[in-house]
């Protein structure tokens, strides 16, 4: 498949949905498609009309993870190629997820194993359907997971839980995901997308620069100590005080009126 289809995009509503469309390879993360979704992520990020991505994939796969055949000739090639472009590639990738300042909705539609799962670990938000399954199963072919997972993982559900799944390649229910803590929800597979839209249209509401404060406040803070984690926080709040929002929003509070936020 073209590099080019490899990643769908559309826009409705201010939401982009980004859709994995590798089907035939259950959406396996390639070269390709890691660049063609970074460059989507870039023109997203330039719309200023645009506040919100949905994340999923066609068929029955979210992503099987990385594409093995894709890459295993960088891993015959040695370390500097494998690091280069496989594992920096892939932390690359699932960094730009986690540290993007517009929301990012995994709507996990079906298995999210590997590099698909990291890349579910850093999306800010995730929904699943209920016959979605996740799992790390690099251990079975000679490998830790290399595109974030042993760190976001255990920072998600723990470490002793994250070590289980990592050590094992077991895989889990969409409903073992959300008591874990790795999801927010499970519902039908039928209303996967109308919840993901639901979710998204609630936080189009909220004013655009208190939603990235508060990405960047988690985000950042959430590897630091509690005092450092702070800062961070009393930064972010300092940029939102000069805003025509917040002070929209403390009036129509005072007021007992609805606010109207303008994102300035």
């Known amino acids: 498949m073209a590099a080019e289809q490899s990643v769908l995009m559309s826009v409705d509503d201010s939401i982009a949905t980004l859709t994995l469309n590798r089907p035939e390879k259950l959406n396996a993360l390639n070269y390709d498609l890691i660049d063609t979704f970074q460059q989507h992520l870039d023109a997203i990020e330039r719309d200023d009309s645009i506040r919100i991505v949905i994340l999923t994939g066609t068929g029955k796969a979210f992503s099987a993870g990385a594409d093995i055949a894709g890459f295993s000739s960088s891993v015959k090639a040695g370390v500097t190629i494998a690091m280069r472009e496989f594992v920096g590639r892939g932390q690359a990738f699932t960094k730009r997820v986690e540290n993007f300042p517009k929301p990012i909705i995994a709507a996990v539609n079906g298995l999210a194993f590997g590099g698909g799962c990291e890349v579910v670990e850093a999306c800010p938000l995730a929904i699943s359907s209920n016959v979605a399954r996740f799992a790390k199963p690099e251990i079975n072919l000679g490998f830790p997971p290399p595109f974030g997972g042993t760190q976001r993982l255990p920072r998600h559900i723990g470490r002793k839980r994250a070590l289980q799944l990592i050590l094992t390649g077991d895989s889990i229910s969409a409903e073992e995901a959300a008591r874990i803590g790795l999801v927010n929800e499970v519902v039908p597979a039928s209303e996967l997308m109308t919840r993901a839209r639901e979710l998204a249209a609630r936080i189009i509401e909220k004013p ?57």
Request: glycine share 8%; net charge negative.
């Open 208 to 264: 655009p620069a208190a939603v990235r404060a508060s990405l960047a406040s988690v985000t950042r803070g959430i590897n630091l100590s509690i005092d450092e984690g702070l800062a961070v926080e009393a930064n972010q709040f300092a940029q939102m005080v000069p805003t025509h929002d917040i002070r929209e929003g403390i009036n129509a509070f005072l007021e007992r009126r609805p606010a109207h936020f303008n994102g300035q």
